[in-house]
């Protein structure tokens, strides 16, 4: 194998910015395959997606799939970690912006963090904690009732003590109807009025005498700014002196009435 053949390796990771759903339809369009084929890619793990490549060809299969938002490496072939023994999926690392092409190394040394696939399992199996019993629930004290009816027992329902209202023996009066009887009216004394200093004024007098009426003074109402206009005048809010418009008919014709 030649030393100058290199692997694309691509262990989940997608580009920061980038959709999942997105980046696994790109890739789906890229290399012509099924979605579960694709969806066997994010498994944490190092895939080789194309072998011994010469390094201008690796650097442009590289670009492309940055572009659709995988995040792929370039490895040396014969350094290539898809060629080690099968380890658990690494823990999650931080996802990097996409670097510009370099000339691959023999050995790169690959970020310690990455991030995983959505939904994917972080834990192995023998991490993950043991599931724990379903929890049984007693039911034996239930029972079903038939739908109709009341589904509370004649034992369990309070019962309601009745409000004992007394309600006179009352009747409705006739309309216009005198509602006091003659026995329970009471007798109003009446006012005395004495007359004797009493008497009816002839019409039109004077009801009070001149010592009784009110002194009321005149007022006193200047009218040196007053005036009397002549009749006939405006007494409207004063008009704007507005210059009358003078016309341009410098432009017209009279035209000869006979024709």
Known sequence: MSASEFDIIFRGDIVFGHQLADVKA??????KVDAA??????TGRPVPLKRNLDEATANKYRDVLIKAGAMVEIYASDASPANAAPKPAPAPRRTVEPAAPVAATPAPVAASWTLAPLGADLLPAQERPA????VRVDIS???LRAAEGNLVDVSEVHEEVAVQVVAPDLGLAAVGADLIGADEKLALPLVEIELEDWGIAEAGSDLLTDDERPIVLPAIVEIGDFGLAPAGSDLGQLKPNVKPVTPDISALRLADSGS
């Open 26 to 31: 790109k890739l789906q369009q890229l290399f």
């Open 131 to 134: 599931q724990p019993a379903p």
């Open 141 to 143: 004290g239930l029972s």
């Open 37 to 42: 084929k694709v969806d066997s890619l994010f």
